[in-house]
């Protein structure tokens, strides 16, 4: 598998290395500068990744998908620090201020950025719920919706759902379809979809639709929000432990630095 890319891109800094992983060291609105551009541009097809502890955990694991999801990520046109725990180990490992740009703040902001310029693909959650979302986020931003799809279909349908998004003529894609899931099936299908910016975006989706709740705003611009959302949701307390491997993880990379210097 090759090594992730260190190429500095044109207008942004050069790309690091976090724990085999590319990350783009991009504030919120120079990210949202970026994408900007190539939404206007000539049109040609981007994926964006929004790097967190858990990413990093899951594709370690070994298995198929793991190495599937690492290449997505090395494969990504932009990889932004979606929590602290990744501002964390980038200070830990790199010595680097890595800025947060999490998912939802780079889909609103664009959203809100490009208004009724902007034509939107909504990709993912339960049925319905991609429906919500995006009638909500054209009240609010104003955007067009170029479609809705669920996110609950089967590999053997990916070439009919990338054929329908392509044929929308979408700007923006958000794909919510759960880590790994999303972030393949924009890369494996990205020159069929053919989407100026293509990102996996997690729960996104629900929030837009108001099946889950923001963190507050203290815990986002602190960058706990995952804290907020752990605490408060039984169904996210299994995510702890990866949290905790991950603490591992970057403890134990950073003794063999030391070792190593």
């Given at each position: 598998?090759?090594?992730?890319?260190?190429?500095?891109?044109?207008?942004?800094?050069?790309?690091?290395?976090?724990?085999?992983?590319?990350?783009?060291?991009?504030?919120?609105?120079?990210?949202?500068?970026?994408?900007?551009?190539?939404?206007?541009?000539?049109?040609?097809?981007?994926?964006?990744v929004?790097?967190?502890?858990?990413?990093?955990?899951?594709?370690?694991?070994?298995?198929?998908?793991?190495?599937?999801f690492?290449?997505?990520?090395?494969?990504?046109?932009?990889?932004?620090a979606?929590?602290v725990?990744?501002?964390?180990?980038?200070?830990e490992?790199?010595?680097?201020?890595?800025?947060?740009?999490?998912?939802?703040?780079?889909?609103?902001?664009?959203?809100?950025?490009?208004?009724?310029?902007?034509?939107v693909?909504?990709?993912?959650a339960?049925p319905?719920?991609?429906?919500?979302?995006a009638?909500?986020?054209?009240?609010?931003?104003?955007?067009?919706?170029?479609?809705?799809?669920?996110?609950?279909?089967?590999?053997?349908?990916?070439?009919?759902?990338?054929?329908?998004v392509?044929?929308s003529g979408?700007?923006?894609?958000?794909?919510?379809?759960?880590?790994?899931?999303?972030e393949?099936?924009?890369?494996?299908?990205?020159?069929?979809?053919?989407?100026?910016?293509?990102?996996?975006?997690?729960?996104v989706?629900?929030?837009?639709?108001?099946?889950?709740?923001?963190?507050?705003?203290?815990?986002?611009?602190?960058?706990?929000?995952?804290?907020?959302r752990?605490?408060?949701?039984?169904?996210?307390?299994?995510?702890?432990?990866?949290?905790?491997r991950?603490?591992?993880?970057?403890?134990?990379?950073?003794?063999?630095?030391?070792?190593?210097?």
């Amino acid at each position: 598998m090759a090594a992730p890319s260190t190429t500095a891109h044109p207008g942004r800094p050069a790309r690091l290395d976090l724990l085999g992983h590319p990350l783009d060291p991009v504030s919120l609105d120079a990210a949202l500068d970026l994408l900007g551009t190539w939404i206007q541009g000539p049109r040609a097809p981007h994926t964006v990744v929004t790097l967190n502890p858990e990413f990093i955990m899951q594709c370690r694991d070994g298995s198929d998908l793991a190495a599937r999801f690492t290449a997505a990520i090395r494969a990504a046109d932009l990889v932004t620090a979606d929590g602290v725990g990744i501002v964390w180990a980038a200070k830990e490992l790199l010595h680097a201020d890595v800025p947060r740009a999490p998912g939802f703040d780079l889909s609103a902001g664009l959203m809100q950025r490009h208004g009724p310029n902007l034509r939107v693909f909504f990709l993912g959650a339960k049925p319905g719920v991609a429906e919500i979302a995006a009638q909500n986020a054209r009240e609010k931003y104003g955007v067009v919706v170029a479609g809705v799809h669920h996110g609950y279909f089967d590999a053997s349908d990916d070439v009919r759902v990338a054929e329908l998004v392509r044929d929308s003529g979408a700007d923006l894609l958000l794909t919510a379809m759960g880590a790994a899931r999303q972030e393949i099936f924009n890369e494996y299908w990205r020159e069929v979809l053919n989407v100026p910016v293509m990102m996996g975006v997690g729960g996104v989706l629900d929030v837009l639709a108001g099946t889950a709740t923001l963190a507050p705003a203290w815990t986002r611009r602190l960058g706990v929000e995952w804290i907020w959302r752990v605490a408060g949701d039984r169904k996210r307390w299994g995510r702890a432990p990866a949290l905790a491997r991950f603490v591992g993880v970057v403890r134990q990379a950073k003794r063999r630095a030391a070792r190593s210097t």
